[in-house]
């Protein structure tokens, strides 16, 4: 299987936040910015190992500024690492505001998720390139985050 690089993986969605959208103070809901990175975060998963995918995780996920009604919430995705059969993606929200143009990081956060076969079970995946020094930073940083989790959850591993 060859191996797919970072820039291959990216996905970029745009979304105009709406009344419907919005608590009672005029922001977008969390839930609603945490469903929006989840369709980021898998077009990604699904761009690197071109088979369906199913979210496993989500962790260190950052609320830092709200977006407001008439803005733009701008989710930026891209594969971060690569095991067997799984797929950690960082996913990086800004907001836009249309008239002035002035963006503003939101949010981060990373998912994990495993490609699966035509019945439901776990398939291996394309490992990842790293062209970039940049990128082999943010993939031993993923690496710690997945032993971290390894850890809390007794040790068990996840393709």
């Not at 990175?37 to 761009?47: E, F, P, S, V």
């Not at 790293?130 to 990128?135: G, Q, R, S, V």
């Amino acid at each position: 299987m060859a191996a797919k690089s970072v820039r291959e993986t990216a996905a970029e969605m745009v979304q105009i936040v709406l009344p419907n959208d919005a608590n009672i103070h005029g922001s977008v809901l969390g839930g609603t910015v945490m469903h929006w990175m989840d369709l980021a975060a898998a077009i990604a998963a699904h761009r690197h190992a071109r088979k369906p995918v199913v979210t496993v995780c989500v962790d260190q996920i950052t609320f830092e500024a709200p977006i407001r009604i008439g803005q733009l919430a701008i989710l930026r995705a891209h594969v971060t690492m690569t095991g067997r059969t799984s797929m950690e993606v960082a996913v990086d929200v800004s907001s836009e505001d249309l008239d002035g143009g002035i963006r503003r990081h939101t949010s981060t956060a990373y998912f994990t998720f495993v490609a699966i076969d035509k019945d439901g079970r776990p398939t291996p995946v394309p490992p990842l390139r790293l062209d970039t020094e940049e990128e082999r930073a943010e993939n031993r940083r993923a690496l710690e985050r997945r032993d971290r989790r390894l850890q809390s959850r007794g040790g068990e591993r996840a393709g």
